[in-house]
């Protein structure tokens, strides 16, 4: 776009430069550094896995001859022997190579292409508009070479969303976690943040839930990592089934572990999640003969307080949360402990 603004002006007030050769050196300078830049950001915006090498390959022989093209003409004033044609067939394989890679990152699921798909048909069209009006076949008697300007004007916005629609689902993969497709730690993390402050302020409470999936480790050394993978992806199906309202957040903590924050949630309240949990996982009947239950269980450790009164942190809200998982697991597993948390507090606090 600086390119773009750089040609706008050189064409507008060239004549105060007081050279045409300085004028045309500017207009060359400026154009080539457009088909450069537009050319450089489709093909990093764009997340093309197929076709990558092969698009590169037919791009960039075409951008340098459009490139070497342009400073001919405008320094050396040479002239292609088509004259425009020429100039014309070379902007328009660019512009088809251009969009034929938004074409092969659409079909590869990369969903923000659609608004660079949409943006070249603007720009498409303004070129194209322009160019039949030079040649006197479109409205000869109407001067239509704006129509260039705002084409590329609605390809930049159109181009922005696109960006702003990338970062949006950049954003939304950093905040999952890669092999469950959960909320990952980070997310965790940063959910447990509000939702402390936001009961600290009301006087409301907050539960939290860690969760652990029974003999992981022994299932994992019998049956392979792959095993486990596919383990904890349908486990964290059922742990993300048991969240009911928009504002619970159900995540991957670590490992085999999982972990839920439920805002304004009293103490009954979260261990009732907590069974939500533990029967979901129970229903998918992931088979596991050596277990004891000879199906995939869960461990269910549960906490809540009310932080403007019991005078805890996160950190030690989630060590309870921690412990009462360790007590589940040492009382047979399979089951939901709800840690008396309020109750310990106030002992260490009268300590």
Same mark, same amino acid.
């Given at each position: 776009?600086?390119?773009?603004?750089?040609? @706008?002006?050189?064409?507008?007030?060239?004549?105060?430069?007081?050279?045409?050769? &300085?004028?045309?050196?500017?207009?060359?300078?400026?154009?080539?550094?457009?088909?450069?830049?537009?050319?450089?950001?489709?093909?990093?915006?764009?997340?093309?896995?197929?076709?990558?090498?092969?698009?590169?390959?037919?791009?960039?022989?075409?951008?340098?001859?459009?490139?070497?093209?342009?400073?001919?003409?405008?320094?050396?004033?040479?002239?292609?022997?088509?004259?425009?044609?020429?100039?014309?067939?070379?902007? %328009?394989?660019?512009?088809?190579?251009?969009?034929?890679?938004? $074409?092969?990152?659409?079909?590869?699921?990369?969903?923000?292409?659609?608004?660079?798909?949409?943006?070249?048909?603007?720009?498409?069209?303004?070129?194209?508009?322009?160019?039949?009006?030079?040649?006197?076949?479109?409205?000869?008697?109407?001067?239509?070479?704006?129509?260039?300007? &705002?084409?590329?004007?609605?390809?930049?916005?159109?181009?922005?969303?696109?960006?702003?629609?990338?970062?949006?689902?950049?954003?939304?993969?950093?905040?999952?976690?890669?092999? @469950?497709?959960?909320?990952?730690?980070?997310?965790?993390?940063?959910?447990?943040?509000?939702?402390?402050?936001?009961?600290?302020?009301?006087?409301?409470?907050?539960?939290?839930?860690?969760?652990?999936?029974?003999?992981?480790?022994?299932?994992?050394?019998?049956?392979?990592?792959?095993?486990?993978?596919?383990?904890?992806?349908?486990?964290?199906?059922?742990?993300?089934? %048991?969240?009911?309202?928009?504002?619970?957040?159900?995540?991957?903590?670590?490992?085999?572990?999982?972990?839920?924050?439920?805002?304004?949630?009293?103490?009954?309240?979260?261990?009732?999640?907590?069974?939500?949990?533990?029967?979901?996982?129970?229903?998918?009947?992931?088979?596991?003969?050596?277990?004891?239950?000879?199906? $995939? @269980?869960?461990?269910?450790?549960?906490?809540?307080?009310?932080?403007?009164?019991?005078?805890?942190?996160?950190?030690?809200?989630?060590?309870?949360?921690?412990?009462?998982?360790?007590?589940?697991?040492?009382?047979?597993?399979?089951?939901?402990?709800?840690?008396?948390?309020?109750?310990? @507090?106030?002992?260490?606090?009268?300590?």
């Amino acid at each position: 776009m600086f390119s773009l603004v750089g040609l @706008t002006l050189i064409e507008t007030r060239g004549g105060a430069m007081h050279s045409a050769k &300085a004028t045309h050196l500017g207009e060359a300078v400026t154009l080539a550094l457009y088909y450069i830049a537009l050319t450089g950001f489709c093909r990093s915006f764009l997340s093309v896995n197929r076709w990558r090498r092969q698009l590169d390959a037919l791009t960039l022989p075409v951008l340098a001859a459009l490139v070497a093209l342009t400073f001919a003409e405008k320094v050396g004033g040479w002239r292609a022997p088509g004259g425009d044609a020429f100039d014309e067939l070379l902007q %328009a394989a660019l512009l088809v190579l251009l969009v034929a890679r938004g $074409i092969a990152a659409r079909q590869q699921g990369f969903s923000p292409s659609r608004f660079y798909l949409v943006a070249f048909a603007f720009a498409a069209a303004g070129i194209l508009i322009n160019d039949l009006n030079l040649h006197g076949i479109l409205l000869p008697h109407w001067n239509l070479t704006r129509a260039f300007d &705002a084409g590329i004007a609605l390809e930049a916005l159109l181009f922005a969303l696109a960006l702003a629609d990338r970062n949006r689902a950049l954003s939304a993969l950093i905040s999952l976690d890669g092999l @469950t497709g959960i909320a990952n730690r980070r997310s965790f993390d940063g959910a447990l943040a509000r939702a402390w402050d936001r009961s600290r302020r009301s006087h409301s409470a907050i539960g939290v839930l860690m969760i652990d999936v029974d003999h992981f480790k022994r299932y994992n050394d019998t049956h392979g990592h792959q095993a486990g993978d596919e383990i904890l992806r349908r486990v964290a199906q059922g742990v993300q089934a %048991a969240v009911l309202r928009p504002d619970d957040v159900a995540a991957r903590y670590g490992g085999e572990e999982f972990a839920i924050v439920l805002p304004l949630a009293e103490g009954e309240a979260s261990r009732v999640v907590g069974e939500r949990v533990r029967h979901n996982v129970r229903a998918l009947a992931i088979p596991y003969p050596e277990a004891p239950t000879g199906i $995939i @269980t869960v461990s269910v450790g549960v906490a809540s307080t009310r932080p403007a009164e019991s005078g805890v942190g996160p950190a030690e809200l989630l060590a309870s949360a921690d412990q009462a998982l360790y007590q589940a697991k040492r009382e047979g597993r399979d089951k939901v402990v709800l840690a008396p948390l309020e109750r310990s @507090t106030q002992d260490a606090i009268v300590r």
